[in-house]
């Protein structure tokens, strides 16, 4: 796709979602999606390869998350992938501190070329699994948020992001169609760590009948000690 056209959907898109693009921030996506599809003929990235679709299912569903960010705050992309949401959030808003948290160092490689090439100032990298990530002291309960694109089911992406947000900071938990059954059983999970259900966005991706789900999580007081457990338990045995 050349960068005209990608722009005017780009434009178009961010319209739908409230959302105005210049012509750096365009640059820099057009930039980030070639690279995307450049790495993942080498591993593993993404199954979603079609320019129309990383600007819809990537970029603009990873900014449907700025309005929630307040100027200035600290994020942690917990399990950020090929860099989603962190790195269109920080495209778009550069006011904002990120940290991108993932597991597996081949993807921690990429999203260092995409800082580098697309010269993103404090944007940081972070290999590591989220539960080690908790545990360290330099990060625990020193984010004002914490987010996740379908990383895990409620009960473990709480105590996957809970433990790392400050008290009074908010976790931004991205999640697809069908979430009732899964909220009412993490409940408990969101209460043990210290958080509360704020709010639930229920919205469609424009133009598409693809559902989404955004549900706010405040915490009001610390994270008991002995979370996060240690690493895979909280997958296998949710709260």
Known sequence: MEINEFSNKMKFYGEKISLKFNEKQLNKFYLYMNLLIEWNEKINLTAITEPDEIIIKHFIDSLTIEKYIEENSTLADIGTGAGFPGIPLKIYRDDINIKLIDSLNKR??????????????????????????????????????????AVANMSTLAEYLLPVVKVGGKCICMKGNVIEEELNNSKNAINILGGKVLKIDKFNLPDTDIERNIIIIEKEKNTPNKYPRKAGIPSKEPL
């Open 108 to 149: 921690i490689n990429f999203l260092n070329e995409v800082i580098e090439k697309l010269e993103l100032k404090n944007i940081n990298t972070v290999h590591s699994r989220i539960e080690d990530f908790g545990k360290n002291k330099k990060n625990r309960e020193k984010f004002d948020f914490a987010t996740a694109r």
